[in-house]
C-alpha cells in the first residue's frame, strides 16, 4: 500500500470525499440541491472507479485480469443502479420506488465481483490446506451472517414488509454483502498465506466493508421510513467507490516480485476467520443480553460456530502433528547423515596412508591417530602426551622447531618440510611433515600435523637422477650429465681458466658391433670408457654421450692445449689392440675439439666439437680436429643442400649419366652404368659424392634410388628395342635402400613397370651392405638373385669385409676399387711397383676362383688398361674409355658402334 500512501491519487480522491462530505453535511438534509449533487457525484465515482478497473484489466490480463474486468463490470452494474435511481430522483423528481431497476443494478454488482474474485490466482495447494482454507472461509461467512442477522436480517424480516419481493430485494443488499466480504477475506487470507502483497484486495475489502455497513443503514432506515436520499449515509457509497478506484490505480508489483516470506509469517492470515467469530460472538452476547432474548437462527449460528472451530482445531492439530513427525523425520536422517560422515572421517583419519596428528604450542602430541602404526610403527597410546621434538631425529630438530614457530605466527597457513623420523623398528625414515595451525578452530585448538613417509619415493627419486645423469653400461656421466658440467665449467669460466669439450667417435664401431654382436661391442665400449678414465685428470669430466661417441670436460690454462693433450693421449691409449672374448680388436677414435670461447651457449659449444669430429673422420677416422668457423659454413651449406635435395624429385632435377663398360677382349660396349646426376638451380651439375651421403642420412634415398631405378631400365629397355645382344645396365644401390624399405619387392615392381628383363639388371652395391644387419640383407640379396637379377660388389678393396663374406654372399661381379688400378700407372708414365700389380692379379684370381666377372674400375691411361688386360681382367670402365654421358650422347655412342676408343687404345 505504500505505493499509494502520498501519491497524487490518493490526495486527490481524498479530497473528493472529504468535499463530498462536507456537502452532505453542510447542506440542509434531503434538499433537491444535495439530493442532485450527491446523485451526480455517485455516478460519476461509480463510473470512475469502474473505468479504472477495466482499465487494469486489459492492462493486466491473465486471471488477475478477469479479477478486474469482474469488479470493472460490477462497478458500472452499480453505476447503473445509481444513474437509474438519480434519474428517477432528480428529472423525474419522484421518489424511488422498490424493487425497482435501480435494485437490479444495485444487486448485479455482487454477483460479477464475487465472480471475479474467484479468479484470483491462487498456487496449488495441498488437500488439507485446501479443507482448511474452506473451513476458514464458512467461519468467516457464518460470523458475518450471524452479525448481519443481528444488526439487519432479523430486524427487517420481523418488520416485514408490503410486498414479498420488496423484502427479499431489501434481504438481497445485506445478505450480498456477506457474501461479498466473506470472499474478499478468504482471498485476502489466501493471498497472505503464500506471502503475497494484497493491497489492492485490502481496499477492496475495505470498500466492500464499508458498503456492506451502508447498505444495511440503508435497509434499516428504509425499514423504519427514516431513509432520505441526499444525507451523510450517502457518503458511505461514494466511499465505497472512491476506495475501488483507489485500488484500481494501485501501482502493479513488480512481475519478478516472489513471495514475501515475512508476509507469509504475519498472522493476518490466521487471525482473520477467529477475529471475525469473536465479534461475531461478542456482538451476538451483547445484543441478545440486551435485547434478552435468543432465536433458532443464532443458536444454529453459534453451534456452527463452535464446530467450525473445533474442526478448524482439529485440522491445526493434526497438521502440528504431521509438522512435529517431519520435524523428527528431518532431524533423525541429518542425525544419521552426521554419523555417517563423522564414521567416514574417522576412517580416513585412521586408514589413512597419513599420519594425522594434533599438537600443542609447545609440539606435545595430544591426539595421534591409528595409521602412525603402519607409517611409522607406533601406536598412539606411545606417542600421546610425548613432545614431538623428542621423535625427530636431531638432525631435524631445528628445523622442526622454526616450522612451528612459523606455524603460529601464521594461522591456517600449511608449512611442508621433510624431517629424518626413527621408526620402531630403529630404522631413520625420511618423512614429509605438513603443520597447519588451526589454534582458531573449534574442535581442534592445535596444530595440525600430516606425517608421510617419503624415504623409499626419496631413495627411487635420488636413484632416477642419478641413472639420467650416468651411463648404465660404462658408469660415466650421461649425456644429460655432460651437458651440465659443460654448462656448470661455462659458468665458472675466468679469464685464467678456459673450458675446452673433446667429443670422440670411435672408428669403426659399428662393423664390430654387427659383425660380433651386441655384447663384444658393450664389452668394448667399457674397455674404451676405462682407457679414456685412465688418461684424463681425476676432475676431467668423461661422459657417453652416443652409442659410440664419448665427450670429456677440459678446465685449465690453456685448454685448448691441454685438450689437445688430452686427446692426444687418448687417440694413442685407443690405438692399443683391445681383448673382447678371447679376439683380439683394434679401433680408433675421431676426435672434435672446441673451445668455449668460442661458442655462445652449451649446445653451440658441442655442436662445434661435432662439426670438427665430423671433420677429423671424414678423410678416414683416427684424428683429431678442432673446431674453426669455416665448419660451420660447411654445416649450413649441407643444410641447405638438404633442404633443396627434399624437393629436388619432385622438380624433375635429378637426370642420370651412363659410362660404359667395355669388354677387354673383344672391345665391345657390354653393359653401362647409370650415374645420378643433380641439376641444381643454383650450383649447376652436383656430384652424387655431395648428395648421396645426405640423401642416405635423411631417408631420401629410398624415393630417389626408386627413381634412378626406373629410370634406368626406362632407358635399357629403350635402347635395347631392336638390337640383338641386349646391354647390361648397372645401377647403385645403397645399404639404407636395404634398411628402409623392401628393396627386392621394390625392383620386381620397377622390372615389371618398365618390362625390363631382369637378367639385364645389374645392381651395384658396396662392402657396407654385407656388414650391416648380416642375416637380413643376405635373405633380402637371395631374394633379388632370385628375380634373375645379377649384383655387383662395387669398390672392393676398400671396406672392412673379408673374403669370408665374399664366399657366402651370391655375388657375380667383382668391381675392383679405382685406388687398386690408380697405382697401376706409376707416377709421370713409370711403371707401377711390382707388388701394386701382384695385389691386382690377386684380386682378379680371387674373383675368378669365386666363379665372379672382374671389372677394373677407373681406368684412365693406357697403361692401367694394358696391364689389366695383361692380368685378364674380364671388363673395364674409365674416362680413358668414356666418361659419363647424358643419356642423348650415349645414344649416339651406342649407334655409331660398340668401340667407343680408337684401335690404337685398345690395342
Ligand atoms: P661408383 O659406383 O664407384 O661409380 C664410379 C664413379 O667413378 C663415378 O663417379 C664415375 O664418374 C667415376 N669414374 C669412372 N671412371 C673414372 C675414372 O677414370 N677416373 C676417375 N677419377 N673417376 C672415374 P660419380 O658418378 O661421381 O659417382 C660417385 C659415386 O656415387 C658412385 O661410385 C656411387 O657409389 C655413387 N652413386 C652414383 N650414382 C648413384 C646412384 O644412383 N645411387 C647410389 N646409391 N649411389 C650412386
Ligand atoms: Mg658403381
Ligand atoms: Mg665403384
Redesign the pocket.
Known amino acids: 500500500m505504500a505505493g499509494l500512501r502520498r501519491s497524487p491519487c490518493t490526495i486527490l480522491v481524498g479530497l473528493l470525499v472529504a468535499l463530498f462530505a462536507a456537502c452532505m453535511w453542510l447542506a440542509p438534509g434531503g434538499s433537491a440541491v444535495t439530493v442532485l449533487v450527491s446523485n451526480i457525484a455517485s455516478v460519476l465515482m461509480t463510473v470512475a472507479a469502474g473505468g479504472a478497473a477495466l482499465a487494469r484489466a486489459a492492462r493486466r490480463g491473465g486471471r488477475m485480469g478477469i479479477t478486474w474486468a469482474g469488479i470493472g463490470l460490477g462497478c458500472f452494474s452499480y453505476a447503473y443502479g445509481e444513474a437509474s435511481w438519480a434519474w428517477t430522483e432528480s428529472v423525474e423528481g419522484h421518489a424511488v420506488s422498490s424493487p425497482g431497476p435501480a435494485d437490479l443494478g444495485y444487486l448485479g454488482m455482487v454477483p460479477l465481483i464475487v465472480l471475479g474474485l474467484l479468479f484470483v490466482p491462487v498456487a496449488r495447494q495441498s488437500l488439507a490446506n485446501r479443507v482448511r482454507g474452506i473451513v476458514d472461509g464458512l467461519m468467516i461467512a457464518c460470523s458475518l451472517l450471524l452479525i448481519s442477522w443481528i444488526a439487519v436480517l432479523h430486524p427487517l424480516i420481523e418488520a416485514g414488509s408490503d410486498s414479498t419481493l420488496g423484502l427479499v430485494v431489501l434481504l438481497a443488499y445485506p445478505l450480498g454483502d456477506v457474501v461479498l466480504v466473506t470472499v474478499v477475506l478468504y482471498t485476502l487470507a489466501q493471498l497472505r498465506r503464500q506471502g503475497q502483497d494484497s493491497g489492492p484486495l485490502m481496499l477492496i475489502g475495505a470498500a466492500m466493508v464499508v458498503v456492506g455497513v451502508a447498505d444495511s443503514a440503508y435497509a434499516y432506515l428504509t425499514l423504519h421510513g427514516t431513509y432520505s436520499s441526499g444525507g451523510l449515509l450517502d457518503l458511505g457509497w461514494f466511499l465505497c467507490f472512491a476506495l475501488v478506484l483507489l485500488a484500481a490505480l494501485h501501482p502493479d508489483p513488480g512481475p519478478a516480485a516472489g513471495p514475501d516470506p515475512v508476509l507469509a509469517t504475519q498472522p493476518f492470515a490466521v487471525l482473520v476467520p477467529y477475529a471475525a467469530v469473536v465479534i461475531a460472538l461478542v456482538c451476538s452476547v451483547v445484543f441478545y443480553a440486551v435485547a434478552g432474548r435468543a432465536d433458532a437462527f443464532y443458536s444454529y449460528s453459534r453451534s456452527a460456530l463452535i464446530l467450525l472451530i473445533v474442526v478448524r482445531q482439529l485440522l491445526t492439530l493434526l497438521e502440528n502433528r504431521h509438522l512435529t513427525r517431519d520435524l523428527e523425520d528431518r532431524v533423525g536422517a541429518r542425525s544419521a547423515q552426521l554419523t555417517v560422515s563423522e564414521a567416514r572421517f574417522r576412517a580416513l583419519v585412521q586408514q589413512s596412508s597419513d599420519s594425522v596428528a594434533i599438537i600443542d604450542a609447545d609440539s606435545t602430541i595430544r591426539y595421534q591417530s591409528d595409521s602412525v602404526k603402519k607409517v611409522f610403527g607406533w601406536t598412539p597410546e606411545h606417542l600421546v602426551g610425548r613432545r614431538l621434538t623428542d621423535l625427530v631425529e636431531p638432525a631435524g630438530r631445528a628445523a622442526l622447531g622454526t616450522a612451528i614457530a612459523a606455524a603460529l605466527r601464521a594461522p591456517g597457513r600449511a608449512m611442508v618440510l621433510e624431517l629424518p623420523v626413527r621408526h620402531r623398528d630403529d630404522t631413520v625414515r625420511l618423512a614429509e611433515m605438513t603443520v597447519t595451525n588451526l589454534l582458531d578452530v573449534p574442535g581442534i585448538h592445535g596444530l595440525v600435523l600430516n606425517t608421510r613417509d617419503v624415504h623409499d619415493q626419496k631413495e627411487l627419486q635420488e636413484r632416477l637422477v642419478h641413472e639420467a645423469y650416468h651411463d648404465s653400461l660404462t658408469g660415466l656421466a650421461s649425456r644429460a650429465l655432460f651437458h651440465v658440467r659443460v654448462e656448470e665449467a661455462a659458468a665458472g669460466w675466468t679469464r685464467t681458466d678456459e673450458v675446452a669439450i673433446l667429443v670422440l667417435d670411435l672408428d669403426g664401431f659399428k662393423q664390430i658391433n654387427d659383425s660380433l654382436g651386441h655384447a663384444a661391442g658393450d664389452q668394448l665400449l667399457v674397455q674404451v670408457a676405462e682407457r679414456i678414465r685412465a688418461v684424463v685428470r681425476e676432475d676431467d669430466t668423461v661422459a657417453r654421450i652416443g652409442g659410440d661417441e664419448f665427450g670429456v670436460v677440459v678446465v685449465s690454462d690453456p685448454a685448448r692445449r691441454d685438450a689437445e693433450a688430452v686427446a692426444g693421449r687418448i687417440a694413442a691409449t685407443l690405438r692399443e689392440p683391445f681383448l673382447v672374448g678371447g679376439r683380439e680388436l683394434r679401433t680408433t677414435a675421431s676426435i672434435g675439439l672446441a673451445r668455449a670461447a668460442d661458442a655462445e651457449d652449451v649446445d653451440q659449444l658441442i655442436r662445434n666439437a661435432d662439426l670438427a669430429m665430423y671433420r677429423a673422420k671424414a678423410p678416414g677416422g683416427d684424428a683429431l680436429a678442432a673446431y674453426d668457423p669455416a665448419m660451420l659454413a660447411g654445416l649450413v651449406e649441407r643444410l641447405e643442400l638438404e633442404a633443396d635435395l627434399r624437393v629436388a624429385l619432385a622438380r624433375e632435377e635429378l637426370t642420370?649419366?651412363y659410362?660404359p663398360t667395355v669388354d677387354l677382349r673383344t672391345h665391345a660396349i657390354v653393359g653401362l652404368?647409370?650415374?645420378?646426376?643433380w641439376r641444381h638451380p643454383v650450383r649447376g651439375l652436383v656430384?652424387?659424392?655431395d648428395f648421396?651421403g645426405i640423401a642416405?642420412a635423411t631417408g631420401l634415398?629410398v624415393p630417389?634410388?626408386r627413381w634412378?631405378l626406373a629410370e634406368a631400365c626406362r632407358q635399357a629397355v629403350a635402347w635395347g628395342a631392336g638390337t640383338t645382344r641386349p646391354l647390361k645396365m648397372a645401377?647403385?644401390?645403397?645399404v639404407r635402400?636395404f634398411e628402409h624399405g623392401d628393396l627386392a619387392a621394390t625392383v620386381a615392381e620397377v622390372l615389371a613397370e618398365t618390362g625390363m628383363p631382369a637378367g639385364q639388371l645389374c645392381l651395384?652395391m658396396?662392402e657396407s651392405v654385407l656388414l650391416t644387419d648380416t642375416d637380413e640383407n643376405l635373405t633380402q640379396l637371395h631374394r633379388l638373385k632370385a628375380l634373375g637379377v645379377t649384383l655387383a660388389m662395387?669398390?672392393f678393396g676398400t671396406g672392412y669385409s673379408s673374403l669370408a663374406y665374399l664366399r657366402r654372399y651370391p655375388m657375380d661381379i667383382l668391381?675392383i676399387?679405382?685406388s687398386f688400378v690408380d697405382r697401376l700407372s706409376g707416377d709421370a708414365g713409370a711403371p707401377g711397383e711390382p707388388q701394386d700389380e701382384a695385389l691386382v692379379a690377386t684380386i682378379i684370381r680371387l674373383g675368378r676362383s669365386l666363379g665372379m666377372t672382374t671389372v677394373a674400375?677407373?681406368?684412365?691411361d693406357t697403361r692401367q688398361l694394358a696391364t689389366l688386360r695383361d692380368l685378364r681382367c674380364d671388363l673395364a670402365?674409365?674416362?680413358?674409355l668414356s666418361?659419363?654421358l647424358p643419356a642423348g650422347d650415349a645414344t649416339r655412342l651406342l649407334d655409331e658402334g660398340l668401340t667407343p676408343l680408337p684401335d690404337h687404345v685398345m690395342a
Open positions: 642420370l649419366h659410362q652404368e647409370a650415374l645420378v646426376r656430384s652424387p659424392l648421396i642416405e634415398i630417389l634410388g634412378v645401377v647403385n644401390v645403397s635402400q651395384e658396396t662395387d669398390d668391381k676399387d679405382r674400375e677407373g681406368i684412365e670402365q674409365g674416362f680413358l666418361r659419363p
